[in-house]
């Protein structure tokens, strides 16, 4: 199975600030990686795809990158409406397989 | 408008039966597979597998295999996640997604399920 190892767990940020979260693959996956938003008590929506491409009706400031096993996800300029858990995930082979999450709270 | 749709609330007791259901609409059901994801309440998420409701194709995770059945009606645009014996253990959050290349653009709005003696 592709182990994907997200960091940190945890951020507090200000709004304004810019956020970045790492996950990281056990092996290559192209770049076949997702990220997701879930708020509290509701379902995960999804931001990026492919590693950097953003979904419909996402905001700019989020941003998709990639170098080699490692992907990042920016948040740039960051709004009240970002709190949030923040979690990655695999597309590129069976089973797929989520990063841990990381939370992001208010400073 | 996409939109999944899923059963509500459980509360079974250990040794129960359950079958929680995923209502498509707004889209052509048949040609996107169908994924179902656990969120124990705090922790994070875990894939449990797909299905094609077109032709019923299911691949599993190995850690949900032979603890649950995923089964699909493309004539109700419904899909659905069942067990034959529940445990303590399956108390979570289930989620049913849309899955256009393994990754999951529109999602149902989560059914909890509840096992307690």
């Known amino acids: 199975d592709i182990q994907m190892t997200q960091s940190p767990s945890s951020v507090s940020a200000s709004v304004g600030d810019r956020v970045t979260i790492t996950c990281r693959a056990s092996q290559a996956i192209s770049s076949s990686l997702a990220w997701y938003q879930q708020k509290p008590g509701k379902a995960p929506k999804l931001l990026i795809y492919?590693?950097?491409n953003l979904q419909s009706g996402v905001p700019s400031r989020f941003s998709g990158s990639e170098s080699g096993t490692d992907f990042t996800l920016t948040i740039n300029n960051l709004q009240p409406e970002d709190f949030a858990t923040y979690s990655c995930q695999q597309a590129n082979s069976f089973p797929l397989t989520f990063g841990g999450g990381t939370r992001v709270e208010i400073k | 408008e996409v939109q999944l749709v899923q059963s509500g609330a459980e509360v079974k007791k250990p040794g129960q039966s359950l079958k929680i259901s995923c209502k498509g609409s707004g889209y052509d059901f048949p040609n996107y597979w169908i994924v179902w994801v656990r969120q124990v309440p705090g922790k994070g998420l875990e894939w449990m597998g797909l299905i094609s409701p077109s032709d019923s194709n299911i691949i599993y995770s190995p850690s949900f295999q032979g603890q649950v059945t995923l089964s699909a009606d493309k004539s109700i645009n419904t899909a659905y996640l069942q067990w034959d014996t529940l445990k303590a253990s399956d108390t979570a959050i289930y989620f049913c997604a849309r899955s256009p290349m393994k990754f999951f653009d529109y999602w149902g709005q989560g059914t909890l399920v509840t096992v307690s003696s």
């Open positions: 492919g590693a950097t």
